[in-house]
């Protein structure tokens, strides 16, 4: 689905094949090019998010892979998962800025146990996002977790009966910040925090400068003086 501002990518929702993923990856890179894009969301067409590799995927030869490709996006990235989100789903999930799972979603990275590594970044994000104890069960026992679970470990930010509705929700509340302030804010948490301290704080106070120079944050000013809502370009 594709909506101007909002851009919509569905996988298939079974396994995911090397012809998919490929696909997934190059409008990835389309994505980060185009500056009228405001959002991405990632969800998927079937029952289950992903349910692993099919026997077709040569993970070494996806270049750039789809969780790297959708890492590199600046927009906001808003993931939409239900049922199995295991394998190569959990490593493209990880790279979405805000998680949102449906109640029967579950979680699984045991590629360890079949003799494979993830190859996708699942190794790195994944202790990223909930700590080394619990990335290492998940990866060396092969721990399938569910959506309460996954929620409180960190995997997943909101848990909904009402997905879609949920994302509705989520997406007015995108649409009307600013996407200047999104994107820099975005980068600013990514890169600060492979950054020393001392670091991060100049990468946040330099982005500051930044988006000082825009016509966005001119508006965020005036709208807030006229007590009125803003109207962002994106400028």
Known sequence: MEDGAIVRLDLPGGELTSSTASQFSDRCSEIAQDRDVKIVVVSSLGTDFCVGAAKDLDR?????????????????VVGLFSGKCHSVGLEIALCCDIRVGARDSTFELSDPMMGIMPMWGGTQRLPRAIGTGRATTMLLLGKSISSDVAISWGILHELTDTPEKTLEEQLVLLLGSGPIALAMAKESVYRGTELPLRDALRLEGDLNHQLAATQDRDEGLRSFFAKRPPDFSGR
Do not use: K, Q
Request: aromatic fraction near 0%; glycine fraction near 0%.
């Open 60 to 76: 070494a030869e996806v270049v750039p892979d789809p969780a790297s490709a959708l890492a590199a996006v600046s927009v906001p």
